[in-house]
């Protein structure tokens, strides 16, 4: 059965700091995708990373996708209180189907 | 369009009604999706729809049953709930079933089982 953890759970950082969060998962995937979502609110799509070493990067954020060591990282750069959600990662093993990571919850800190 | 649309917003039923969600995209996907996600929980996957028919069923109890009426229209009929299927019922569509572009969601209905 495909596993997909993040670390950490939590995760409350102060302003101006930088931080990862990393995405383990169980089983080979070509493709790993990250969402954010806001309390109470749908998610947004916020990477696709479709092969190993697909790095990209919005803003403030930067994925990156190691097939070979069933890992991706979201590591924030000087972050931000907009930043605060909980963020996933998802992985998609050739079956069709995302399996969503536990979640890390991010707060940031005036 | 970029948008996947769902009703109701909130959703409040009795363990003996029957209701339905439902789910539109007009941007052409072909494959469209309903997961539950619980408080603080991840998204579960219940249903895949490709090109309008039923590609996969999570071993979903048969109170709920997914509809597909068109490639723009997706769904989920619930009949005979229990209060531990409240949750966030999420809809999402994306180009194909691959999912090379990733998935748009739309923003969920809240129901509540009393």
């Known amino acids: 059965e495909l596993k997909v953890e993040q670390n950490p759970l939590f995760l409350s950082m102060q302003e101006g700091k930088n931080y990862t969060i990393y995405c383990n998962y169980s089983?080979?995937?070509?493709?790993l995708y990250w969402y954010r979502q806001d309390p109470g609110k749908s998610l947004e799509s916020l990477f696709v990373?479709?092969?190993?070493?697909a790095v990209k990067q919005e803003g403030r954020l930067m994925a990156s996708l190691d097939t070979k060591a069933r890992l991706s990282t979201l590591h924030i750069t000087a972050a931000v209180h907009d930043l605060s959600a909980t963020y996933f990662c998802a992985v998609d093993p050739g079956t069709y189907k995302y399996i969503f990571g536990t979640g890390t919850r991010l707060k940031v800190l005036a | 369009d970029t948008e996947v649309t769902q009703t109701p917003k909130h959703l409040v039923m009795g363990m003996t009604n029957k209701k339905s969600l439902k789910c539109e995209q007009h941007m052409g996907h072909r494959a469209m999706y309903w997961y539950k996600q619980k408080a603080k929980k991840p998204p579960e996957l219940m249903f895949v729809y490709s090109y309008e028919k039923l590609s996969i069923n999570e071993s979903v109890p048969s109170r709920f049953s997914p509809e597909c009426p068109n490639s723009s229209l997706l769904n989920l009929h619930l009949h005979a709930l229990q209060p531990e299927d409240s949750a966030l019922y999420l809809c999402?569509?994306?180009?194909?079933?691959?999912?090379?572009?990733?998935?748009?969601f739309g923003s969920g209905t809240r129901l509540t089982v009393v």
């Open positions: 990373l479709l092969s190993n070493g």
């Open positions: 999402a569509s994306s180009q194909d079933a691959r999912g090379n572009y990733g998935y748009t």
């Open positions: 089983t080979t995937s070509d493709r």
